[in-house]
Each structure stands twice: as C-alpha cells, then as structure tokens.
Nanobody, 125 residues
Framework: QVQLVESGGGLVQAGGSLRLSCVAS????????MGWFRQAPGKEREFVAV????????RYADSVKGRFTISRDNAKNTVYLQMNSLKPEDTAVYYC??????????????????WGQGTQVTVSS
C-alpha cells in the first residue's frame, strides 16, 4: 500500500508559478512510475505528466508541455510538479498518482493504483 499526500496548491495570477509536491509513504517508491493528473469542475480527470521510477524519462500532456516540469527525489520519496506560465485553464484539482508498477508510462488514470487527496490550483485572469 502507498499513501500519497499533495501540497503546494493555491491561488495565483495568470503567468505565475506554483510547485506542487507529493510525498509518498508505504511501499517502495523508487520503483514506481508516478503521475500527475487534474480535474476541473464538470470535466473528466485528465493526464498532466508522468515520470519513470529513476526519473530519467518523462512525458507531458500537449497542453502543459514547455510550461510544466515533473521531477522526483527518491531519497525524499517525493515527486514534484513545477508549473510556470500558468493560465486560467490550468485551474483544477491536481492529483498525484502511483502506478504501482515500474512498467508502462501510461497516461490513463485507470491504470494507476494509488491516489492522493488532491490539491486545488486556481489561476486568475
């Protein structure tokens, strides 16, 4: 079992930056693929970014590519999402997710076994 706790959300003006953190406890963290997803009101949960267990491979949604950076510190059992040049359309609850496996950097939320409680990000225009 893995417990995930996100932090770092808040209210920011368009063009600003935020860094989200997700601390994991429980099962071995460094072997797991980790992802960030988001869900805006009235919309389905969507993929944002994913990172391999070693941190050597990453993948991003087209809507955030070049603005967001996912990283991890396995010594701290933490994965990060640095968000720059934020836009109002980035407003959502952001969730950290654990794949439960080191295989396949999937963007499908149904393939993730562990989820945090979410942290709200609001970008004002």
């Amino acid at each position: 079992q893995v417990q995930l706790v996100e932090s770092g959300g808040g209210l920011v003006q368009a063009g600003g930056s935020l860094r989200l953190s997700c601390v994991a406890s429980g099962r071995t963290f460094s072997n797991q693929i980790m992802g960030w997803f988001r869900q805006a009101p009235g919309k389905e949960r969507e993929f944002v970014a994913v990172i391999s267990g070693s941190g050597g491979m990453t993948r991003y949604a087209d809507s955030v590519k070049g603005r967001f950076t996912i990283s991890r510190d396995n010594a701290k059992n933490t994965v990060y999402l640095q968000m720059n040049s934020l836009k109002p359309e980035d407003t959502a609850v952001y969730y950290c997710a654990g794949r439960g496996s080191s295989w396949t950097m999937t963007t499908n939320p149904e393939n993730y076994a562990y989820w945090g409680q979410g942290t709200q990000v609001t970008v004002s225009s």
